[in-house]
């Protein structure tokens, strides 16, 4: 996953990433393309959301920093022709303050909220009892869902603390209707899974905890469960505390921090059989460039692979030190800004 909302990236910037991940066979590439920070992919019916909500970024950067639908479509194909499958997300009913300053209707008071650069979060919320707010979001899942041949849609659905509980339960109860209704399987932040028995759709797993009720209760029923524990596959959060990007609130994830846990048996009640797959998410609150991405993401978006592609049987540090660390030679080669972590034995 990467995050172009907090910070923007240009097509050819995704372009390098794409072909980054797709020599560890990734398969899946998740663009959280909403939030706060900005919104970054054109929607006709509503085209102040770039207008407005994609003209900034983290830090106020000003600019067109968005992807009209033909450059989306692009990045489609070339995902596409790498064998990796695109998964667009829509944040909501929270990190939703670039939609809300784009449209006052959106807002209770109806009133336009001011363009956000900070990084605070669980600030926003859509108006969940305006009629106006779910014509917004089938609008927008029917031109994504249209472009995107994939089968999922994220509705995002985490940190929505300003978002009752109750009026949390009326928002999922009309959104997820509409994801099927547009022929999408829905994937979210495990939040969302509280409000729905349906076991189709996919929790998305952050917590940095090995238990949540809701997500056992989910498996139980028969969910699969995509698995994105923050203090082991974040690939945002800092190595150690010397690190300069990043984000350290999950904890610091050294390279075998990131390696030493099996996502088939991380969360009690989730059996192996109950998940889905493994992502690596890439927040953006820090990071800037692709050097600043390659920082971050390698080595441990190669662990990232070697856990989702491999048995447990199969995992073991000490064999697969000196596997990763034979890429390093590559990655100078071919320019990639990789973190020389001391754990690794890099060939020289």
């Known amino acids: 996953m990467l995050d172009v909302s907090r910070h923007f990236f240009t097509p050819d910037q995704v372009?390098?990433?794409?072909?980054?991940?797709?020599?560890?066979?990734?398969?899946?590439?998740?663009?959280?393309?909403?939030?706060?920070?900005?919104?970054?992919?054109?929607?006709?019916?509503?085209?102040?959301?770039?207008?407005?909500?994609?003209?900034?970024?983290?830090?106020?950067?000003?600019?067109?920093?968005?992807?009209?639908?033909?450059?989306?479509?692009?990045?489609?194909?070339?995902?596409?022709?790498?064998?990796?499958?695109?998964?667009?997300?829509?944040?909501?009913?929270?990190?939703?303050?670039?939609?809300q300053a784009s449209y006052g209707e959106l807002n209770c008071d109806g009133k336009k909220r001011p363009l956000y650069t900070g990084t605070e979060v669980g600030f926003s919320s859509l108006c969940i009892n305006k009629e106006i707010t779910y014509k917004f979001v089938e609008d927008v899942v029917r031109e994504v869902s249209a472009?995107?041949?994939?089968?999922?849609?994220?509705?995002?659905?985490?940190?929505?603390?300003?978002?009752?509980?109750?009026?949390?339960?009326?928002?999922?109860?009309?959104?997820?209707p509409i994801v099927k209704k547009y022929g999408k399987v829905t994937t979210g932040w495990h939040e969302f899974i509280k409000t729905t028995t349906d076991t189709a759709v996919i929790p998305q797993f952050w917590g940095t905890a090995t238990s949540d009720a809701n997500v056992a209760a989910a498996a139980q029923r028969g969910n699969k469960v995509l698995m994105s524990p923050a203090n082991r596959i974040y690939l945002d959060m800092k190595y150690d505390k010397n690190t300069k990007l990043g984000l350290n609130w999950a904890g610091y994830v050294e390279v075998k921090d990131a390696y030493s846990w099996n996502p088939g048996a991380y969360l009690n009640g989730v059996s192996e059989a109950s998940v889905r797959g493994v992502e690596a998410p890439l927040w953006t609150e820090t990071i800037k460039t692709n050097a600043d991405i390659e920082q971050m993401a390698f080595p441990r978006l190669p662990v990232a692979a070697e856990l989702g592609w491999s048995t447990a049987a199969n995992h073991n540090w000490d064999r697969f030190a000196p596997r990763l660390g034979a890429q390093g030679p590559r990655w100078k080669i071919q320019g990639i800004n990789y973190y020389a972590s001391s754990q690794v034995p890099w060939k020289k």
Do not use: C
């Open 15 to 99: 372009k390098r990433y794409i072909d980054q991940i797709a020599a560890f066979k990734i398969n899946y590439f998740h663009l959280h393309l909403s939030d706060d920070q900005g919104w970054r992919l054109e929607i006709k019916s509503w085209p102040d959301l770039t207008k407005i909500g994609g003209s900034t970024e983290v830090g106020g950067r000003k600019g067109n920093l968005y992807y009209t639908q033909d450059q989306y479509k692009d990045l489609v194909t070339y995902a596409a022709n790498r064998g990796i499958t695109v998964i667009p997300e829509f944040d909501m009913p929270g990190h939703t303050n670039a939609a």
């Open 147 to 176: 472009i995107t041949p994939g089968p999922y849609f994220h509705i995002g659905g985490d940190e929505a603390h300003s978002t009752p509980d109750a009026d949390y339960v009326k928002f999922m109860n009309r959104v997820l």
